[in-house]
């Protein structure tokens, strides 16, 4: 079963405008990780947040990290079309396993 | 290299035939991972090689799936007798180690896109 769950699964906003994707797993983790994927190909590490850490930023990324609800937020501020692709949340499982969820698909429109 | 690549980047095979897709790591990286995505889905993990042995190899769906690693870079992974499930984005990524320690972060090769007729 899916570790990372995101939410929305779908998201549409306007250019400049910020967007929140969300995240939620289930089990204990070390870490947790978001990555993004262009037009279904290989997909592009962007953060990790270790389980000790509430929030981490990288120019316009910030991830925050609960571990208390098990739920993890990616927001993109300034949002540009190039923005544009389907983002996944990854946890560890242990010996180097990634559980990936199901991904939020996040349009800009110019 | 300077990224993980993978060959062939699209194949087209016949139901019952066996395939073989290519897995160049990152040189250097130690481990390697194999994952599986079908349409409009997450990743779904299938094995990993830390080195050229597989300490896990419980996401493989089938004994029809296989994969080895030689000479501690190149990974094969073989699909005997495709079925049209099969069909998918097989992605594969590597990860560095230093010090006996396996960074978390793993970088991606572009995939191989399956389609079983």
């Known amino acids: 079963s899916q570790q990372g769950e995101e939410d929305p699964q779908a998201l549409s906003i306007q250019e400049g405008e910020n967007a929140t994707m969300n995240c939620s797993y289930k089990t204990s983790i070390n870490n947790l990780q978001w990555y993004r994927q262009n037009s279904g190909r290989g997909l592009v590490h962007l953060i990790l947040?270790?389980?000790?850490?509430r929030e981490k930023h990288s120019g316009r990324l910030r991830v925050t990290l609960d571990t208390s609800k098990k739920s993890s937020s990616l927001l993109i501020t300034a949002s540009r079309a190039a923005d544009t692709a389907s983002y996944f949340c990854?946890?560890?499982?242990?010996?180097?396993?990634?559980?990936f969820g199901q991904g939020t698909r996040l349009t800009i429109n110019p | 290299g300077a990224g993980v690549s993978q060959s062939p980047s699209n194949k087209v095979t016949e139901k019952g035939k066996d395939v073989e897709l290519r897995c160049d790591p990152i040189s250097g990286h130690t481990a390697l991972y194999w994952y599986r995505q079908s349409l409009g889905q997450g990743l779904e993990f299938l094995i990993y090689f830390q080195g050229n042995s597989a300490p896990d190899k419980s996401g493989l769906p089938s004994d029809r799936f296989s994969a080895e690693r030689t000479g501690g870079s190149v990974s094969t992974l073989t699909i005997q007798r495709t079925q049209q499930e099969d069909s998918a984005v097989y992605l594969c990524?590597?990860?560095?180690?230093?010090?006996?320690?396996?960074?978390?972060?793993?970088?991606f090769g572009p995939g191989t896109r399956l389609l079983v007729l």
């Open positions: 990524a590597s990860s560095l180690e230093a010090g006996g320690l396996i960074y978390e972060t793993q970088y």
């Open positions: 947040i270790r389980s000790n850490e």
């Open positions: 990854a946890t560890d499982q242990g010996a180097q396993k990634l559980v």
